[in-house]
């Protein structure tokens, strides 16, 4: 068996002891003569599955106990509708920071249901920074202010949590929730799909605060009323029950490499190896603002793209794959997200370099 050195934006790959306890308890959990995915999601065995995965993300994210963590459907392209139907409470409007491409999704989705206010946005420098917030134009009356805060396509992230006062804070977290502490109380609500640094596709994490519950619009799928999901466990329908499983085991793993504030040392020190190393060379480009990169996605671009081809086929034949960017921005991009082990990243730069030296 070969295992590849996996870039994938996600679905992306996972610790390989989460893979091997997986496959060990593939055909019978714990003694149950059952896999996970046979379970009824009512039985004592998944519950206490679900008990365990959700116990660990409150404690790895120092969740407070006026927070509701709720393991949905429908991804975060299905929360970009589902947050403003139950976050309006009344208001009319929403602020939006436009920081790049899933922004721009979440504005999109959002114009269906309330009016949107764009607070800031950074498509002036085509999207490479995370607006000041000295220039965000906030209204006082929005329902909520909704950011991303880490872009997954162009690479940029905050590394600050900005002020909203009273108005509760969204942020999209899909693909760097987990990477490193996060201070939850400064959050209304934080969302994300799993399937970048949880587990596999199909489970959606909501964690919100208690008191914007119950305010959903009418018409909002009871499915996706998070008041009624709250009620029921995350159990108004059947749940994503091997995505939890799966999630619970990954959130075992980081708390054996010592948790979030680990994590973040250890992402810190992998994404410094790339960005150190394109800041020495003019043969790759990165565009984003230093102080707004990301320490999950690096993107990246070679200085003639009639190269992108040879460069990919000499990183698959060295055991490294998915690294082409996305097709809306072209070039590579390099995800490293936590089970990105440091030799991945490590045998990427010294092929950049060689690639480099050979083709420069
Ligand atoms: C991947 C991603 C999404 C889309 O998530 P789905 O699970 O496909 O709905 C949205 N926002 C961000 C920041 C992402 O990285």
Known sequence: MTRVFNFSAGPAALPEPVLRQAAEEMLDWHGSG????????????????????????RELLGVPVNYKVLFLQGGAIGENAIVPMNLLRGHTGADYVNTGEWSKKSIKEAKKYCAVNVAASAEASNFTCVPKQSEWKLDPNAAYVHICSNETIGGVEYHWTPGTGDVPLVADMSSNIMSRPVDVSRYGLIYGGAQKNIGPAGATIVIVRDDLLGKALPITPSAFDYKQQADNDSMFNTPATYSIYIAGLVFRWIKAQGGLSAMEVHNRMKAALIYDYLDTTTFYSNPVAREDRSLMNVPFKLKDEALDDAFLKGAQARGMVQ?????????????????????????????????EASHG
């Open 323 to 355: 690294l082409k960017g996305h097709r809306s921005v072209g070039g590579m991009r390099a995800s490293i997200y936590n089970a990105m082990p440091v030799e991945g990243v490590k045998a990427l730069v010294a092929y950049m370099k060689e690639f």
């Open 34 to 57: 059952m896999s996970v995915m046979e379970m009824s999601h009512r039985g004592k065995e998944f519950i206490a599955i679900h008990a365990e995965a959700e116990s660990l993300l």
